[in-house]
């Protein structure tokens, strides 16, 4: 290597350190953009405080040299609402995003009385861009201040892919890979958003008048732990054709695991896992994966969502006041597919403390909204051990069509329940299905089931006294 190009390559490697450079203080937001912007990429070397979060330009890149040393943390001072912004394809790896929001909260910004007591939190934003990849991050101490649970605002956490109305092309392309958090205060370990406020799928939604998406963007391989809403939300009609693949997300005491809302469609979520162990307690209604609601309009309407292999454990004994559904289809939304989605329930000698009249733990749960059916509801190659109930449709609107093919489940009551009020046009039984249930009773409910369609393959057993 001739002299010259040694001499560029240390230029290039030059990093920031924890301890003040020549003529710097502790912030070091502007010496990481000054080597972002003028080399092209900068490496932390150890955990850095910054003032409020770094850009990073466009297809610069932005390393850790450690992974679990090197990383950025939010000033007490700041007011940023995320740790670090990315570019259009730029390169973020190895790096720990510490949002600070404990000491933010009591002393800062974020501080009762302060300028934003409803301060929240995230360690990385995507805005209105494209193609900017982020791996192996940590991120810690992210999420909302406790004002915003109080006024149901919860907000924060690992990752925001926020397509808003100032965008004036599609965000696509970008990925999460391999990022992990415990959040306890976190309203999402991930998110991707597009807007879903006012007339739900039309163009005013953007400031240019054109519609664009957020589309083909990745959230893969992120172990996420504990949070207050849900653990991935994809939610607003502009939100579609993209992926969650390969998550994990343990003890989650939020509303919602992994959920597709407000007009979200055919995005596809496959591999993931929501596990919980004994410690886990809530005292609301859960929902493990989930399609739901639409904005009151059909043009918002949440559809054509596919969750492919995702799976919901419930080991040991759980103790809470709460229905559990694993997967699950809400108000005004259709086309949902539920393909070899396992549930693996708590054991069958468990008791599980219900609200009153609550079913307890469901594996595919149906609840209408007043504006409108479920439609063409798909669960195929599914299994569920011990749970309360197979299916379950509650709601006032029912639902016009719910296929089950190939899907074995052993419950610990009736198979199937259509709550009072409530009507399924249709019921197709399908395939080598083999439900069981061990109270003597396949069905439950005073609800109507117009047309039940069961093929000749498919088998029943009551009182069944061990799984399948």
């Known amino acids: ?26 912030d070091k937001v502007g010496q990481i953009e000054w080597y972002l912007a003028n080399r092209g990429y900068c490496i932390v070397d150890d955990f850095v405080e910054v003032s409020r979060a770094p850009i990073i330009p466009t297809g610069a890149k932005l390393y850790g040299r450690h992974y679990g040393i090197s990383g950025l943390k939010l000033s007490d001072a700041s007011t940023s609402h995320e740790v670090l912004r990315a570019g259009t394809n730029s390169r973020i790896k190895n790096l720990i995003l510490d949002g600070n929001l404990a000491t933010r909260e009591a002393t800062g910004a974020f501080a009762p009385g302060a300028a934003d007591p409803h301060g929240y939190v995230f360690g990385l934003l995507f805005q209105n861009i494209s193609g900017a990849k982020a791996k192996d991050c940590i991120y810690q101490d992210v999420g909302c201040t406790a004002q915003s649970v109080t006024d149901s605002l919860p907000n924060g956490g690992g990752s925001f892919m926020s397509l ?115 410690s886990f307690q809530t005292t609301i209604s859960f929902a493990g994966f989930n399609q739901n609601r639409s904005n009151g309009t059909d043009g918002s309407r949440t559809f054509g969502n596919r969750f492919e292999r995702c799976d919901v454990e419930m080991l040991g004994y759980l103790d809470g006041a709460f229905n559990f559904s694993a997967l699950s289809e809400a108000g005004q939304s259709s086309n949902a597919e539920f393909i070899a989605c396992h ?90 299905s083999y439900p069981q249930t061990i109270t003597g009773s396949l069905s439950t409910g005073s609800g109507t089931i117009t047309t039940t369609t069961t093929d000749a393959s498919v088998r029943t057993q009551t009182s069944a006294s061990t799984p399948i």
């Open 1 to 26: 290597m001739t002299q010259p190009a040694r001499r560029l390559a240390a230029q290039a490697l030059d990093t920031i350190h924890s301890t003040p450079l020549s003529g710097s203080g502790a």
């Open 164 to 278: 808003t109305a100032a965008a004036t092309a599609d965000m696509t392309g970008n990925v999460v890979k391999r990022f992990k958090g415990t959040a306890p205060k976190a309203g999402f370990h991930h998110r991707i958003f597009s807007p879903f406020l006012g007339n739900g799928f039309v163009s005013s939604a953007f400031n240019d008048n054109t519609i664009h998406f957020a589309t083909d963007n990745w959230i893969a391989e992120c172990e996420g732990v504990d949070g207050l809403k849900n653990a991935i939300e994809l939610v607003g009609p502009f939100t579609r054709n993209n992926k969650v693949m390969h998550t994990r997300i343990v003890d989650y005491n939020g509303q919602g695991g992994i959920e597709a809302d407000f007009g979200a469609h055919f995005n596809w979520f496959f591999g993931n896992k929501l596990h919980f162990t004994p």
């Open 343 to 432: 549930l693996i329930g708590p054991s069958i000698t468990s008791s599980f403390n219900r609200n009153a009249g609550a079913t307890g733990v469901v594996a595919y749960y149906l609840q209408d909204a007043s504006i409108g059916k479920n439609r063409n509801t798909m669960i195929r190659d599914g299994r569920a051990y011990n749970p309360d109930r197979l299916v379950k449709v509650v709601g006032t609107q029912g639902a016009d069509l719910i296929v089950v093919k190939d899907t074995h489940g052993f419950c610990r009551g009736a198979v199937y329940e259509v709550a009072a009020g409530v009507t399924v046009d249709a019921l197709h039984l399908a395939g080598d």
